[in-house]
């Protein structure tokens, strides 16, 4: 579980009942006062649990936060990747990635509440931003970005920069298309995405 320190640390998976209990009512705070206005003693009415309880569990309100970041998006995205490295064929693979960010997380009510948290308070609270970063983002960019260094034979001269262009562009469609009602402005279905982003990724390459 995540504890009261200032270093970012690996998510683990899995809660206990009493740990979603209050992650439940952790998460009706967070989304009705944002992190700013949240407190334990409002956390502690809401689920129906002591502050010691709480306390005991996630440490402070960060740990509360990153908790709920890990049991609302990491457990559902991360666990594609967290513990092994991305193995198959890059078209397949690809496709894959996305359509577990899209059915998993992107898909999620949940999760599209949380970010726009993250999102309004990130000027103010800038470590929720990294650690959502840190947690989701880099994990991803990192081990896709280790997958195309090892295959040569697709032609990515700069794995690091590809990798971020393939997350950045899932996270950008998300944004728009969900957060800010592209969806009814202009239209794009994410099967056309990802036929071109794929496309672009392996566009130096003879395999498709």
């Known amino acids: 579980m995540p504890k009261a320190s200032g270093d970012f640390e690996t998510p683990s998976v899995g809660f206990n009942q009493k740990q979603e209990q209050i992650l439940q009512g952790a998460m009706r705070v967070f989304l009705r006062t944002g992190y700013a206005g949240t407190s334990m003693d409002r956390v ?24 709920l970041m890990e049991w609302v998006t990491i457990a559902s ?13 890059p078209a397949v693979l690809l496709r894959q ?23 309004a308070e990130s000027e103010r609270f800038p470590e929720l931003a990294k650690l959502y970063t840190h947690t989701v ?9 280790q997958y195309f260094a090892c ?4 032609g990515i001269t700069d794995p690091e920069a590809t990798a971020q262009i393939f997350f950045g562009s899932l996270v950008s469609y998300v ?7 592209g ?13 071109s982003l794929i496309s672009l990724v392996l566009s130096k390459s003879e395999i498709r």
């Open 44 to 67: 502690s009415a809401e689920a129906g649990v002591s502050k010691q309880t709480i306390y005991s569990y996630f440490g402070d309100k960060k740990g509360l936060f990153q908790a």
């Open 77 to 89: 995205f991360c666990s594609f990747f967290v513990t092994v490295e991305l193995q198959g064929e």
């Open 97 to 119: 990635l996305a359509e577990t960010y899209f059915t998993k997380v992107a898909d999620n009510p949940e999760y599209l509440a949380l970010f726009r948290v993250i999102v």
């Open 137 to 145: 983002i880099q994990r991803g960019r990192q081990l896709l970005s």
């Open 151 to 154: 295959h040569s034979e697709l």
């Open 175 to 181: 944004m728009v298309q969900q957060m800010l009602y």
């Open 183 to 195: 969806n009814e402005m202009m239209p794009l279905t994410r099967d056309r995405l990802l036929d």
